[in-house]
């Protein structure tokens, strides 16, 4: 697959081409750009411009065709291997694995890194809430889950799932409308790739332990009613889980 090189000051659509056939791409100048590149890139496999096989250009190409940079690309091409549409390998590049059908089934319209927006979005503000409110049942509730947490991880090492814990959070806010948003949000975490992924970003010695530490900590924030501490330390532990996960480098 070849791209058709631009120069910066040409006007009108950038051309990919592939086989016999052209789409086109356009400079990406907004936020989020890693999710507009690889909204791009999905749209082109569901169209059939990509299509199973089909070599993605070099890092360096993709990054100039996109006006984006090259850690840009690589948090998009990251998003399309979570998504299970493309693979990359070591020096052979990256692969388009997924299909038209694939994609129609899978949907367009959330991306895993938009995922991740939408949970540093809702979850710090969630933490903060629960910090303000705190209702003695549910700081009870969280205690509890939390121990149960911490016990399983000093049993075992590691700990099935800590979304008990976030959830815990969430109702502890008080407020249904950003829980209900963030229910919305972690359906799209479940799938065999979710926890293949997830199972190798957290397989690092001491990588749950972190995470442990974190949970105690946001705990003992909002116990305390320190909302501003309770959503910073939310945030950062997301922040530093997306880089476990599709490598976004933590803000």
Excluded: C
């Excluded at 949907?107 to 409110?133: D, H, M, S, T, W």
């Amino acid at each position: 697959m070849a791209i058709e090189q631009r120069r910066p000051h040409d006007e009108g659509f950038q051309a990919m081409a592939t086989g016999g056939s052209k789409f086109e791409v356009t400079p990406v100048v907004k936020k989020s750009a890693a999710v507009q590149v690889a909204d791009q890139l999905v749209v082109a496999i569901r169209d059939g411009h990509l299509k199973p096989g089909d070599k993605l250009p070099p890092e360096r190409e993709l990054a100039q065709n996109f006006d984006v940079s090259r850690p840009t690309i690589r948090e998009a091409l990251a998003a399309l291997e979570l998504a299970g549409l493309a693979k990359s390998h070591k020096g052979r590049g990256t692969i388009v694995t997924g299909s038209s059908a694939v994609v129609a089934t899978w949907g367009v319209e959330v991306l895993p890194p938009q995922v991740f927006e939408a949970r540093l979005a809702i979850e710090p503000a969630l933490a903060a809430l629960a910090a303000e409110k705190r209702y003695p049942e549910d700081l009870n509730a969280l205690e509890s889950t939390l121990a149960e947490l911490e016990d399983e991880y000093a049993r075992t090492g590691a700990y099935v799932s800590d979304l008990p814990l976030h959830r815990a959070i969430a109702r502890a806010a008080r407020n249904p409308i950003l829980e209900k948003s963030l229910e919305e949000a972690l359906r799209h975490l479940d799938g065999p790739l979710w926890s293949e992924l997830r199972r190798r970003a957290l397989s690092a010695p001491g990588a749950r332990g972190g995470h442990v530490a974190e949970f105690r900590l946001v705990f003992e924030h909002i116990a305390a009613g320190r909302a501003e501490e309770a959503a910073d330390v939310w945030r950062q532990h997301l922040l530093l889980y997306r880089s476990e996960i599709i490598g976004s480098p933590p803000a």
